[in-house]
């Protein structure tokens, strides 16, 4: 504590110069003085998004905010200034400095990375907190985008999805074969292994393809964001839970050279500031959700239904395959994999007898 | 943003000299030349207590690294400058500028202030997190903290607690009887209606109240602290879920004048941090909680059960009626009352299908 007082006090004194590769001693000074980064934040989200792209532009204003204007970050919609899933390669060659995106977008690339957003029938939220910021998980990501030049953090998480919007019933598991289903991801594939044609498609096409019959069902986020693209007017049935992302976080990602240019009052600015949107986020979700399924509730085209339970058993079966294969095929999703479970299958004997066991004493 | 570069460019020119009480634009400058503000904050925990007492740590170590010493916090234990109870009285009368308890130890004093930590069978963590942040929470909190010249800010949650740890079995409503049990606040009010005796006690006479048997059963928090307070070495049953506490918010409070002294940049870290606690206090938890738990699973003298349905819905309707009783005889309490159950029931709408709905895949 001595040091900082000092720095603190040569600062005022003299208004030392900026510095940006500074020892760390002279970083906290240039902190001090007031040395001005300006940023640029590319996203994978329609501008100002609800949810997804207002959890970044909530990010930049802290950030601004809390800095007294030290650091600005001015944040780019998806195609305004790289293509939405090119968020990962344009920050890792420093095109720019940040970018805020879901890691599960990276797959083909880096698959392992999917641990970090969702694997179908994964952690939830309060776990993937748990398992990032206590459980080792943080770690194993650093290690994982080192060689991409990039720092991670967790920034953000819509809580558990809604399985989707359907027109088609499914009472069983033969339901799901010769379904057509935009689901990307792991989720995708799932279906695929389970008889159902996975259909990727960006979110402007969605709703057309529903209406006119091209798609059976999509899925999407929940109904906060549902209802804003008007899915619950192309479609009858609303299933539940969303297996395929049930509690995904999302990534705030920098450039490793424009990280380390930062004094170290800043680096923890932005770490905090992080951490505050994933919880911001996942509250937004939660009242916005909350005030869509009331409003989708009261009308009567829709049929709001969970899905069969042997359906989800079986479709939990098969994502466990599917990710034990592409720990098989992959050192990096090995090594990922094996702790995500232990820590998982720990979790869920604590969460069932607290959070779950106290929403069941609500429902009996 | 042209004012705020104006005003960091001339900070840096001229190092200007701080002004606590400064107008806005003052304190910016001020912010910029490095003022350090050196505050005490008081506790109700007990120092370092694994959870609630590290959150007040973390709180500290956190502003003080983002604002590179400019706002230190040093953080006392209950009764190291004011016994635990006393921090509200202590922070209202500027005797220190910062205090972190729960504002249901204000009973008595504001019973309306229960809402914000915990209200029996009410809102769990992401649902009071949606109603503070989303829901009008947060303003309903801070106008009834304004008489007392204090700013309350969420910082802090420990997730569903246990229903605690009994030497009697509970199977039927009966078995509530003449229970002798440790448990505070609106908890011990429904257990009386229900026919028990609520008892009051500190924390370091609950192991040895509960080994003679002075008392039949305490509820604590959850495994975490818990087994750390040794109690599965004094009873037998651990009953779950904690009806009582079912995610229970922790409050930073900040004595006005003290806030109003913080330039807006330090105000903002301020409130991002709380934000970003909350989410950590909580994984913390999570993880403590998972790791105690596998070795109370692993004790064969330990028995972990839930409370039997009809016992819980038993103590629900009770818990109502004594909130609805609040509410008649108290202004403010109605006042918070009614919007804090319109937001619980249509949180539980979302809840049900979401976050309860995946969990109860995992257990079918």
């Known amino acids: 504590m001595k040091r900082r007082e000092f720095v603190g006090g040569l600062a005022v004194a003299a208004g ?34 609800p949810g997804l792209g207002m959890a970044v532009e909530n990010l930049a204003e802290r950030l601004e905010r809390a800095s007294a204007g030290r ?12 293509p939405p899933f090119e968020v990962f390669d344009a920050v890792s060659r420093g ?69 989707g919007w359907f027109n088609k019933q499914i009472n069983s598991i033969d339901d799901i074969k010769g379904l057509k289903m935009r689901i990307p991801g792991l989720g995708g594939e799932v279906l695929r ?9 960006p979110g402007s096409e969605i709703f057309t393809s529903l209406q006119t019959g091209a798609i059976d069902a999509t899925e999407w986020v929940g109904p906060y964001n549902d209802v804003s693209f008007g899915l619950h007017k192309a479609a009858t049935y609303y299933y539940y839970p969303g297996w395929q992302e049930t509690g995904p976080g999302l990534e705030c990602i920098i450039n490793r ?66 990710v034990e294969e592409m720990a098989a095929n992959d050192p990096a999703a090995a090594k990922i994999s094996k702790p995500y479970y232990e820590y998982l299958e720990k979790m869920e004997a604590n969460t069932r007898i607290s959070e779950q066991a106290y929403l069941e004493t609500r429902t009996s």
């Open 71 to 82: 650091l600005k970050i001015k944040v780019y919609g998806g195609g305004e200034l790289v």
């Open 95 to 163: 095109a720019v400095e940040m970018g805020h995106d879901a890691s599960y977008y990276h797959r083909g690339k880096v698959d392992a990375a999917q641990f970090f957003t969702a694997i179908p029938f994964g952690m939830n939220y309060m776990e993937l907190n748990a398992w990032i910021h206590y459980g080792g998980g943080l770690e194993l990501w650093r290690e994982l985008y080192e060689p991409f030049n990039l720092m991670p953090f967790l920034c953000g998480n819509t809580g558990v999805q809604m399985g």
């Open 257 to 322: 050279e424009a990280w380390d240019s930062l004094p170290a009052d800043l680096q923890a600015l932005v770490e905090i500031t992080c951490q505050s949107i994933t919880l911001d986020m996942a509250a937004e979700y939660s009242h916005g959700n909350a005030n869509s399924l009331q409003q989708l509730m009261a009308d009567p085209n829709i049929d709001i239904r969970p899905f069969p339970a042997e359906v989800l058993q079986h479709l939990k079966i098969i994502a466990r395959e599917i």
């Open 16 to 49: 030392v110069a900026a510095c940006s590769k500074a020892d760390p001693e002279q970083k906290t000074v240039a902190a001090q003085a007031g040395e001005t980064f300006e940023w640029s934040c590319v996203t994978s989200w329609p501008p100002k998004f």
């Open 193 to 201: 292994r389970a008889g159902g044609t996975p259909i990727i498609l």
